[in-house]
Protein backbone atom coordinates (compact mmCIF):
# COMPACT_ATOMS: atom_id res chain seq x y z
CA UNK A 1 0.00 0.00 0.00
CA UNK A 2 1.23 3.62 -0.88
CA UNK A 3 0.26 5.26 2.34
CA UNK A 4 -0.88 9.22 1.55
CA UNK A 5 -0.46 11.13 4.15
CA UNK A 6 -0.72 15.47 4.54
CA UNK A 7 0.94 17.79 7.40
CA UNK A 8 -0.89 20.98 7.64
CA UNK A 9 0.74 24.07 8.64
CA UNK A 10 -0.62 27.19 9.97
CA UNK A 11 0.95 30.75 10.33
CA UNK A 12 2.77 29.93 13.77
CA UNK A 13 2.92 25.97 13.87
CA UNK A 14 5.98 24.72 15.26
CA UNK A 15 5.87 20.99 15.30
CA UNK A 16 5.08 20.47 11.44
CA UNK A 17 8.34 19.05 10.66
CA UNK A 18 8.62 16.96 13.05
CA UNK A 19 5.01 15.53 12.49
CA UNK A 20 6.27 14.96 8.98
CA UNK A 21 9.66 13.48 10.05
CA UNK A 22 7.40 10.98 12.17
CA UNK A 23 5.32 9.75 9.64
CA UNK A 24 8.12 9.46 7.18
CA UNK A 25 10.22 7.70 9.31
CA UNK A 26 7.40 5.00 10.37
CA UNK A 27 5.12 5.00 6.87
CA UNK A 28 7.97 4.95 4.48
CA UNK A 29 6.51 7.87 2.30
CA UNK A 30 6.98 11.37 2.80
CA UNK A 31 3.67 13.74 3.85
CA UNK A 32 2.67 16.62 1.50
CA UNK A 33 2.70 19.48 3.34
CA UNK A 34 -0.14 21.75 2.96
CA UNK A 35 -0.19 25.32 3.55
CA UNK A 36 -3.20 26.66 5.54
CA UNK A 37 -4.54 29.31 2.88
CA UNK A 38 -4.62 26.11 0.09
CA UNK A 39 -8.35 25.99 -0.92
CA UNK A 40 -8.14 21.90 -1.08
CA UNK A 41 -6.38 19.06 0.07
CA UNK A 42 -4.41 16.79 -2.34
CA UNK A 43 -6.47 14.18 -3.93
CA UNK A 44 -6.89 10.40 -2.12
CA UNK A 45 -5.12 11.15 1.54
CA UNK A 46 -4.82 8.29 3.25
CA UNK A 47 -4.32 10.47 6.53
CA UNK A 48 -3.96 13.96 7.48
CA UNK A 49 -2.46 15.70 10.39
CA UNK A 50 -2.57 18.91 12.82
CA UNK A 51 0.94 19.78 14.34
CA UNK A 52 1.16 21.36 17.50
CA UNK A 53 2.20 25.52 18.01
CA UNK A 54 0.86 28.45 18.03
CA UNK A 55 -1.22 29.08 15.25
CA UNK A 56 -1.84 32.75 14.04
CA UNK A 57 -0.09 33.29 17.87
CA UNK A 58 -3.07 32.50 19.58
CA UNK A 59 -4.96 35.69 19.55
CA UNK A 60 -9.00 34.79 20.59
CA UNK A 61 -8.49 31.19 21.58
CA UNK A 62 -5.97 28.90 20.50
CA UNK A 63 -6.83 27.37 17.46
CA UNK A 64 -10.24 29.80 16.81
CA UNK A 65 -8.87 31.61 13.74
CA UNK A 66 -6.96 28.30 12.39
CA UNK A 67 -10.05 26.48 12.79
CA UNK A 68 -11.27 29.06 10.08
CA UNK A 69 -8.54 29.26 7.67
CA UNK A 70 -9.54 28.32 4.15
CA UNK A 71 -7.94 24.46 4.16
CA UNK A 72 -9.88 23.40 7.11
CA UNK A 73 -13.47 23.06 4.89
CA UNK A 74 -11.45 20.63 3.09
CA UNK A 75 -10.19 19.12 6.17
CA UNK A 76 -13.56 18.77 7.81
CA UNK A 77 -15.12 17.30 4.00
CA UNK A 78 -12.46 15.14 4.48
CA UNK A 79 -13.03 14.12 8.41
CA UNK A 80 -16.84 13.72 7.41
CA UNK A 81 -16.11 10.87 4.59
CA UNK A 82 -14.17 8.90 6.69
CA UNK A 83 -10.17 10.44 6.66
CA UNK A 84 -8.52 9.38 9.93
CA UNK A 85 -7.40 13.02 11.22
CA UNK A 86 -5.22 13.33 13.96
CA UNK A 87 -4.78 17.14 16.09
CA UNK A 88 -1.61 17.12 18.19
CA UNK A 89 -1.45 20.02 21.02
CA UNK A 90 -2.31 22.86 18.70
CA UNK A 91 -3.93 20.45 16.36
CA UNK A 92 -6.22 19.11 19.09
CA UNK A 93 -7.18 23.30 19.92
CA UNK A 94 -8.23 23.94 15.98
CA UNK A 95 -10.24 20.34 16.19
CA UNK A 96 -12.46 21.86 18.41
CA UNK A 97 -13.03 24.92 17.29
CA UNK A 98 -13.84 23.85 14.25
CA UNK A 99 -16.43 21.39 15.54
CA UNK A 100 -14.70 17.84 14.65
CA UNK A 101 -14.28 17.52 18.21
CA UNK A 102 -16.56 18.31 21.26
CA UNK A 103 -15.52 20.34 24.33
CA UNK A 104 -12.78 23.15 24.25
CA UNK A 105 -9.17 23.09 25.56
CA UNK A 106 -8.60 25.86 28.67
CA UNK A 107 -5.79 27.60 30.10
CA UNK A 108 -3.78 25.24 32.13
CA UNK A 109 -5.43 25.06 35.89
CA UNK A 110 -1.85 25.98 37.47
CA UNK A 111 -2.07 29.20 34.47
CA UNK A 112 1.70 28.00 33.55
CA UNK A 113 3.28 26.57 30.61
CA UNK A 114 4.30 22.53 31.21
CA UNK A 115 6.70 20.84 29.29
CA UNK A 116 8.09 17.55 30.02
CA UNK A 117 7.19 13.75 29.84
CA UNK A 118 4.10 12.71 31.21
CA UNK A 119 2.45 9.26 31.75
CA UNK A 120 -0.73 8.55 30.07
CA UNK A 121 -2.97 5.55 30.38
CA UNK A 122 -4.59 4.15 27.14
CA UNK A 123 -8.31 3.81 27.94
CA UNK A 124 -9.44 3.00 24.21
CA UNK A 125 -7.18 0.26 22.11
CA UNK A 126 -10.16 -0.39 20.09
CA UNK A 127 -9.83 2.58 17.48
CA UNK A 128 -7.91 2.61 14.62
CA UNK A 129 -5.62 4.99 16.48
CA UNK A 130 -4.96 2.91 19.55
CA UNK A 131 -4.99 -0.79 18.62
CA UNK A 132 -1.40 -1.03 18.52
CA UNK A 133 -1.73 -0.16 22.75
CA UNK A 134 -3.23 -2.79 25.08
CA UNK A 135 -6.12 -1.55 27.27
CA UNK A 136 -5.07 0.39 30.23
CA UNK A 137 -1.21 0.38 29.43
CA UNK A 138 0.48 3.15 30.73
CA UNK A 139 3.00 5.28 28.30
CA UNK A 140 5.24 8.30 28.29
CA UNK A 141 4.80 11.09 26.34
CA UNK A 142 6.01 14.45 26.05
CA UNK A 143 3.83 17.72 26.40
CA UNK A 144 4.15 21.33 26.02
CA UNK A 145 1.29 23.71 26.33
CA UNK A 146 0.04 26.57 28.21
CA UNK A 147 -3.52 25.99 26.96
CA UNK A 148 -4.52 21.77 27.46
CA UNK A 149 -7.19 22.01 29.94
CA UNK A 150 -9.92 19.68 28.55
CA UNK A 151 -13.44 21.03 29.26
CA UNK A 152 -16.94 19.84 28.72
CA UNK A 153 -19.77 19.88 30.82
CA UNK A 154 -21.22 17.18 32.36
CA UNK A 155 -23.42 15.72 29.90
CA UNK A 156 -20.92 15.75 27.23
CA UNK A 157 -18.52 14.07 29.42
CA UNK A 158 -20.92 11.17 30.35
CA UNK A 159 -21.54 10.63 26.53
CA UNK A 160 -18.31 10.58 25.16
CA UNK A 161 -17.13 8.43 28.33
CA UNK A 162 -19.88 6.15 27.89
CA UNK A 163 -18.99 6.06 23.77
CA UNK A 164 -15.64 4.69 24.83
CA UNK A 165 -14.28 7.94 22.96
CA UNK A 166 -11.86 8.86 25.57
CA UNK A 167 -8.60 7.79 24.17
CA UNK A 168 -5.91 8.67 26.43
CA UNK A 169 -6.04 9.76 30.08
CA UNK A 170 -3.36 11.04 32.14
CA UNK A 171 -2.15 8.92 34.59
CA UNK A 172 -0.36 12.08 36.66
CA UNK A 173 -1.97 15.72 37.19
CA UNK A 174 -0.93 17.90 34.51
CA UNK A 175 -3.00 20.51 33.74
CA UNK A 176 -6.01 20.23 35.42
CA UNK A 177 -8.34 18.50 32.41
CA UNK A 178 -11.39 16.78 33.30
CA UNK A 179 -11.63 13.42 34.36
CA UNK A 180 -8.46 13.58 33.77
CA UNK A 181 -9.25 13.55 29.46
CA UNK A 182 -5.71 13.45 27.22
CA UNK A 183 -7.10 12.75 24.01
CA UNK A 184 -10.77 12.50 22.26
CA UNK A 185 -12.28 11.03 19.84
CA UNK A 186 -15.14 11.95 17.16
CA UNK A 187 -18.40 9.93 16.88
CA UNK A 188 -16.82 7.71 14.10
CA UNK A 189 -13.57 6.84 15.51
CA UNK A 190 -11.56 8.46 12.36
CA UNK A 191 -10.82 11.68 14.45
CA UNK A 192 -8.22 12.03 17.51
CA UNK A 193 -7.33 14.80 19.01
CA UNK A 194 -4.70 15.10 22.06
CA UNK A 195 -2.20 17.14 23.85
CA UNK A 196 0.50 15.10 24.50
CA UNK A 197 2.95 14.87 21.46
CA UNK A 198 3.51 11.08 20.01
CA UNK A 199 5.64 12.20 17.17
CA UNK A 200 8.35 13.19 19.97
CA UNK A 201 8.58 9.61 21.03
CA UNK A 202 8.93 7.39 17.85
CA UNK A 203 13.09 6.57 17.96
CA UNK A 204 14.79 5.81 20.97
CA UNK A 205 17.31 8.34 20.47
CA UNK A 206 14.10 10.97 21.62
CA UNK A 207 14.33 9.33 24.77
CA UNK A 208 11.72 6.23 23.94
CA UNK A 209 9.42 5.10 21.29
CA UNK A 210 5.97 4.80 23.09
CA UNK A 211 4.48 7.06 20.45
CA UNK A 212 5.20 5.01 17.26
CA UNK A 213 2.06 2.61 17.78
CA UNK A 214 -0.35 4.95 17.70
CA UNK A 215 1.08 5.82 13.29
CA UNK A 216 1.75 2.27 13.16
CA UNK A 217 -1.86 1.62 14.33
CA UNK A 218 -2.88 3.97 11.95
CA UNK A 219 -0.99 2.82 8.86
CA UNK A 220 -1.96 -1.11 9.87
CA UNK A 221 -5.31 -0.23 9.95
CA UNK A 222 -5.48 1.44 6.49
CA UNK A 223 -3.60 -1.72 5.10
CA UNK A 224 -5.81 -3.74 6.38
CA UNK A 225 -9.05 -2.07 5.12
Given at each position: MSFRSAVITFPGSNCDRDMA??????????????????AELPERLDFIALPGGFSYGDYLRSGAMAARSPIMQAVIAAANKGVPVLGVCNGFQVLTESGLLPGAL??????????????????????????????????????????????????TLDRIEGEGRVAFRYAEQVNGSARDIAGVLNAAGNVLGM???????????????????????????????
Open positions: DALEKISGAAPHRVWHGDLRNAGMNFVCREVRLSVSNNQSLFTSGYDAGEEILIPVAHHDGNYFADDAMPHPERMIEREQGGTDGRALFESAIKALADA
